[in-house]
């Protein structure tokens, strides 16, 4: 999945684009906390660069190495772990310089793999090759946007999958563009120069990144564009690809993307507040209204308020996190994953005693963190025990990026309402209609019959175009 930034300042004699990258990695933790790495370059085209593995705090040493990574333009880049590349692949960026390039080689192997699947982090070194062995069949010292643009339609050619992604040409440009189905996110936005000198301007998975930091006029990269943005220039669109279709990661929205953001001009916040009115409808068709509302922080917050306000019951808030420990799927093994939920979450016992609680989630995927959830209310004192998820039912892993489990670790796997409900210690589950989860977004949405990219929580069998991969690259 990962999170990708690109910045340009309007003031070329300015050292400093690594500090708003650096800063603009925190708005995007969330997307990747694997991996992250920041690559600046100054006008002769000198790159610096510090990558490593870990949370950008500590990768940046809390700051300290970001005045060795001077610049007027850079890259930012957060990596979630995708399946069996998170021990020891490199951290992005990647870079090449042109006379690294075997560019017979690398075509002989493209010819053989043509319309290759993006699906590790070495796959999208392979698309900078690529892109870079078609830069080079320029035969030029210094490319021009026109040469990056057919660069980039060349390597449109002999790609499929969902992607987006940013780069840089040292000291030149920075650009970015997205897959022509839009599954992946990119958004630019702009900014009025401290110095006064010009605009600068910020390509970002995510427009809370923009937003944070004074960017206005944020839109959407289109399926199958890309932007350049020169030196002391202005952003020119092309379409590199022409536009298959314009569905966006439901994902994004359900689970994924910071509530703060706005993605393909729907707000993620407002989507999960018509998940949770839509599974308020669901929840009082199967359960009534016998419970309280206990959200699981910080996901549930959202849908559960909605949820309790369409039901006109109360909402509490009785489950206290510890904001120190970050997400629990990231840990690499399941005894690490068990502790990590009990030491994150603390039940606020006397609210639980003698109680029909409802918790509400945004998603369940293992089923761990539900399991002791539902253990932990069990233990306050509570009645009984629902559970309602403002998601369908998790039935395939994440192929475009997110490594989220197996099929097999999935509890939604081969199971059915009453077999989850089980398998959780709940008294009985309750899940958003993939129909109300789309309808919740596309009724945001500025295009009309908005359709989107829906592949975990499809049926078997898996639809034709499953095995396409992505990656967030750059
Ligand atoms: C860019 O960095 C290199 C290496 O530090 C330096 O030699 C060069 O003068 C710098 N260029 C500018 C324009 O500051």
């Known amino acids: 999945m990962c999170g990708i930034l690109a910045l340009i300042s309007g003031n070329v004699e300015c050292d400093n684009a690594a500090v708003d990258l650096h800063e603009a990695l925190y708005a995007l933790q969330h997307r990747g906390q694997d991996a992250c790495g920041i690559a600046t370059s100054n006008t002769s085209g000198r790159i610096y660069s510090c990558k490593g593995k870990g949370l950008a705090s500590k990768v940046f040493r809390d700051g300290a190495i970001i005045p060795e990574l001077p610049g007027f333009m850079g ?124 605009l600068d301007y910020m390509l970002a998975s995510e427009s809370v990144a923009l937003d944070q930091f004074g960017f206005t006029e944020i839109k959407d990269i289109e399926p199958g564009q890309a932007v350049i943005i020169p030196k002391g220039g202005s952003p020119i669109f092309r379409q590199v690809h022409p536009q298959l279709s314009y569905t966006p990661d439901i994902f994004e929205f359900c689970y994924f993307s910071s509530p703060n953001s706005i993605m393909d001009g729907i707000s993620v916040y407002e989507s999960r507040q018509g998940m949770g009115l839509k599974l308020a409808n669901t929840i009082r068709e199967t359960l009534g209204q016998d419970s309280r509302f206990v959200p699981i922080p910080d996901s549930g917050i959202v849908p559960a308020l909605s949820v309790a306000e369409a039901l006109d019951t109360p909402y509490r808030h009785v489950f206290s996190r510890n904001r120190y420990i970050f997400r629990t799927f990231i840990m690499p093994n399941q005894e690490k994953r068990r502790r990590g939920v009990q030491s994150k979450l603390n039940p606020l016992r006397s609210e639980f005693k003698g109680k029909n609680v409802l918790l509400v989630d945004d998603t369940i995927v293992r089923g761990t963190t539900s399991l002791q959830v539902c253990n932990m209310a069990r233990e306050a004192g509570a009645k009984k025990v629902y559970f309602a998820i403002s998601s369908p039912p998790v039935t395939h892993p994440h192929i475009y990026g997110i490594d989220l489990a197996t099929l097999t670790e999935l509890i939604a796997y081969k199971r059915d309402r009453k077999a989850i409900a089980a398998s959780i210690n709940a008294d009985d589950v309750v899940f958003l209609t993939l129909e109300d989860l789309e309808a919740a977004c596309a009724e945001l949405s500025p295009r009309p019959q908005q359709s989107f990219e829906v592949g975990v929580f499809c049926d078997w069998p898996p639809p034709e175009n499953f095995l396409d991969k992505s990656i967030d690259i750059w």
Do not use: W
Request: hydrophobic residues 35%.
């Open 75 to 198: 890259l930012g880049h957060l990596r979630y772990p995708t399946a069996g590349t998170s021990s020891n692949a490199e951290s992005q960026p990647f870079y090449v310089s042109s006379n690294l390039l075997d560019t017979e080689k690398l075509k002989e192997y493209l010819d053989f793999e043509a319309h290759r699947h993006i699906n590790t982090d070495s796959d999208s070194e392979i698309m900078l090759q690529v892109f870079a062995s078609q830069l080079l069949q320029t035969n030029k010292r210094r490319v021009d946007e026109e040469d990056l643009f057919t660069g980039l339609e060349n390597m449109y050619k002999i790609t499929v999958g969902g992607f987006a992604f940013c780069g840089m040409v040292a000291g030149f440009a920075i650009f970015g563009a997205r897959d022509p189905h839009g599954i992946r996110p990119l958004v630019i936005g702009s900014r009025l120069n401290q110095d006064g000198k010009g």
